[in-house]
Nanobody, 122 residues
Framework: QVQLVESGGGLVQAGGSLRLSCAAS????????MGWFRQIPGKEREFVAT????????VYADSVKGRFTISRDNAKNTVYLQMNSLKPEDTAVYYC???????????????WGQGTQVTVSS
């Protein structure tokens, strides 16, 4: 069992930056692939980014490529999502999740955090 807690969400102006954190409990954080997803009001949850166990490989959704960066610190049991050049359409609840391999489908992730709200104003 893994418990995940997201933090760092809030209100930011368009063009601004925000960094989300996801802290994991347990002793085996480094054994998990980690992913970020988001859910925009009225829409299905969608893939944002994922990172492999060592942090050496990443995959991004086209909508955030070049603006968002996923990273991890295994010593701190934490995965991050640095969000730059934020747009109003980035407004969503952001979730982190654990996986077993690099994947973009939410069905391939196992444990989920409670989410953190990001609101981008224009």
């Amino acid at each position: 069992q893994v418990q995940l807690v997201e933090s760092g969400g809030g209100l930011v102006q368009a063009g601004g930056s925000l960094r989300l954190s996801c802290a994991a409990s347990g002793r085996t954080f480094s054994s998990y692939v980690m992913g970020w997803f988001r859910q925009i009001p009225g829409k299905e949850r969608e893939f944002v980014a994922t990172i492999n166990r060592s942090g050496g490989a990443t995959v991004y959704a086209d909508s955030v490529k070049g603006r968002f960066t996923i990273s991890r610190d295994n010593a701190k049991n934490t995965v991050y999502l640095q969000m730059n050049s934020l747009k109003p359409e980035d407004t969503a609840v952001y979730y982190c999740a654990t996986g077993r391999w690099i994947a973009t489908r939410l069905e391939e992730y196992d444990y989920w955090g409670q989410g953190t709200q990001v609101t981008v104003s224009s």
